[in-house]
Structure formats: structure tokens, C-alpha cells
T-cell receptor, first 114, second 112 residues
Framework: AAGVIQSPRHLIKEKRETATLKCYPI?????VYWYQQGPGQDPQFLIS???????DKGSIPDRFSAQQFSDYHSELNMSSLELGDSALYFC?????????????FGSGTRLTVV | GENVEQHPSTLSVQEGDSAVIKCTYS??????FPWYKQELGKGPQLIID?????GEKKDQRIAVTLNKTAKHFSLHITETQPEDSAVYFC???????????FGSGTQLTVLP
């Protein structure tokens, strides 16, 4: 079965650079969630989209923005990168405005800021 | 908002023994409680979940119990195997919310 696809798997950027992470949800899933997981930490919710509109906002820095496109894939744009942005970034998808089940997570993008 | 606490942070058991991980939640409106297993370098994988209208759910060697009154839920793994070694996260979601709130995780090590 198709899963959530994230790209790239690994990304190395320098401080103050920008990065773009991509997420392709499971086919027919219309909701996408972005989470950030620091080393040894639990996943922290950043932002979510339902039907191409932002639905919830968590602890996403102002330097980050995201959007969901007409094909339901989503991109997380990160600018003015800081060392503290180094983390695993996970995307998850679900079906429906108020999902009744758990998400399916992608394998994540490991961002390293040097 | 919801706050989820998870204990213990690390757990080592001998192969074949049982492992129990406990979580408490703060929002009485939470009605969905999934458990995720995360292996190194991979995304969290849903292994079992329970809803607030159920007290216990079992799937082979894995079971989850929920005590709504005390606002806590637990993951039970029986006959543990080395491949059960991973980080386990509990999570909770209020009915009015879309996102999950995660616990801090438990590093389970099953010793052969």
C-alpha cells in the first residue's frame, strides 16, 4: 500500500540558508500534518492543512511557512535557518476534516544545519 | 491544551518478559489514544489505538488499557522479542482537535 512520501530524506544546510521539505500524502488523504522532532524528543506539532487550507497551527516559527497544493502534496519552507532547527521533520496524512483514526507518518526528513 | 506524560523514559526487559508503559493525559475531552513505535531513523508507526468508549483492546502480543476516570492509559507487550526494541510514544487527541499530543517517549530495550 502507498505510504506518505517525504523528500529529501536528508538535507544539510548552512545557517541563514533556506530549505524546502516536501510531503506527498497517501492517495485520497486530504489532510497533512507537519511535526518537528528534536534529538531524543517527542514529535512537536507545527502546522496542518485540510483541503489546501491551513487548519491548525502549532509551534511553528515565523521563519517557517507551509502550504498544501491542489494535488494535496505539501511543502514546508524554512528560511533564515538556525542551528536549533536541526531535527527530524515528519509529515503525516489522514482523511477528513476531523480524522477518527491515527495518522500515517512518512519516514521523515533529517535536516542538519551547520 | 492537552498534556500527556509518559513513564518510564527507558525500560529494559529480558526477552520473553512483559513490558508496560504508562501515560496520563490532562484533557478529559480526549477520546482517542494511539500508540506509536519508532525505530531509529524512521517515522512513528501506529501499532494500536483505543477510543474512550472502550476499556481494553488487544492485538496479538500488544494490548492497551484505558481508565477514563483516572485519565491514564497503558501499553502492555507480552512475550517481548528483540525486534520490539524501539522508542514507543503514546498520544492523545480531544474530540474537537485534529492534531495529536505526544508523550515524551519510552526507549524499550529487549535483552536477548
Amino acid at each position: 500500500a502507498a505510504g506518505v512520501i517525504q523528500s529529501p530524506r536528508h538535507l544539510i544546510k548552512e545557517k541563514r540558508e533556506t530549505a524546502t521539505l516536501k510531503c506527498y500524502p497517501i492517495p485520497r488523504h486530504d489532510t497533512v500534518y507537519w511535526y518537528q522532532q528534536g534529538p531524543g524528543q517527542d514529535p512537536q506539532f507545527l502546522i496542518s492543512f485540510y483541503e489546501k487550507m491551513q487548519s491548525d497551527k502549532g509551534s511553528i516559527p515565523d521563519r517557517f511557512s507551509a502550504q498544501q497544493f491542489s494535488d494535496y502534496h505539501s511543502e514546508l519552507n524554512m528560511s533564515s535557518l538556525e542551528l536549533g532547527d536541526s531535527a527530524l521533520y515528519f509529515c503525516a496524512s489522514s482523511l477528513g476534516r476531523y480524522p477518527t483514526d491515527g495518522y500515517t507518518f512518512g519516514s521523515g526528513t533529517r535536516l542538519t544545519v551547520v | 491544551g492537552e498534556n500527556v506524560e509518559q513513564h518510564p523514559s527507558t525500560l529494559s526487559v529480558q526477552e520473553g518478559d512483559s513490558a508496560v508503559i504508562k501515560c496520563t493525559y490532562s484533557d478529559s475531552a480526549s477520546n482517542y489514544f494511539p500508540w506509536y513505535k519508532q525505530e531509529l531513523g524512521k517515522g512513528p508507526q501506529l501499532i494500536i489505538d483505543i477510543r474512550s468508549n472502550v476499556g481494553e483492546k488487544k492485538d496479538q502480543r500488544i494490548a492497551v488499557t484505558l481508565n477514563k476516570t483516572a485519565k491514564h492509559f497503558s501499553l502492555h507487550i507480552t512475550e517481548t522479542q528483540p525486534e520490539d526494541s524501539a522508542v514507543y510514544f503514546c498520544a492523545a487527541r480531544p474530540g474537537s482537535a485534529r492534531q495529536l499530543t505526544f508523550g515524551s517517549g519510552t526507549q524499550l530495550t529487549v535483552l536477548p
